[in-house]
């Protein structure tokens, strides 16, 4: 057996194929080349209660382009059963983009919660943030394979919380801490 790492994977380590896909993304979106892109990717939730749209998109958006003097665009992908939930008009519903990977490569930052999207991002080196405000019941509910907070990831559990964390972002602190996760679950991609 040769250990490589997952195919499904390849689109991460592919050389000069970053700026290409970016092009891609943001042509089909009519995003600004200038523009950074940040995905929110949450999960399916059983209950059909779940409030996908309790960031406040907007202060966020604000915040970043002011502390880094940058232009900044809101995305969303969600699960398909749930993807006709009315969002402000200046995000974008991304849920039905052709390929999950390639939205990925385009973005700049990654806001999940418990879906595996999380593990497939960290390969670009890009901060991921985790927005669980609804974590003890998803826990309950459906429970998690595992340790939440062993993750090298900030976890949210309130929308003030994401929006500081995400302000505060130490990449050095953050690159650290994906490094010794990836060694420690023996990742080879």
Not at 42 to 70: A, G, H, V
Not at 96 to 120: K, Q, R, W
Not at 129 to 138: E, F, G, S
């Amino acid at each position: 057996i040769y250990e490589c790492g997952c195919p499904r994977n390849d689109i991460f380590f592919k050389k000069n194929v970053q700026s290409e896909i970016e092009r891609k993304v943001k042509g089909y979106y009519k995003i600004s080349s200038n523009s950074k892109i940040i995905l929110y990717a949450p999960t399916f939730r059983l209950k059909s209660d779940f409030n996908y749209d309790s960031i406040d998109y907007n202060f966020l958006i604000n915040e970043l382009e002011k502390n880094n003097n940058e232009k900044y665009v809101f995305m969303i992908r969600l699960h398909s059963k749930v993807a006709n939930i009315k969002l402000p008009e200046n995000i974008i519903n991304a849920t039905f983009y052709p390929d999950t990977d390639e939205l990925l490569l385009a973005s700049d930052i990654l806001i999940s919660d418990y879906s595996s999207i999380m593990f497939d991002f960290l390969y670009t080196n890009r901060p991921v943030y985790l927005y669980a405000p609804d974590y003890d019941l998803y826990n309950d509910e459906r429970g998690l394979n595992f340790v939440y907070e062993d993750l090298p990831f900030s976890i949210s559990y309130s929308n003030d919380e994401l929006i500081h964390n995400i302000i505060n972002y130490k990449c050095i602190e953050y690159n650290e801490k994906l490094k010794l996760f990836l060694d420690e679950m023996g990742v080879i991609d």
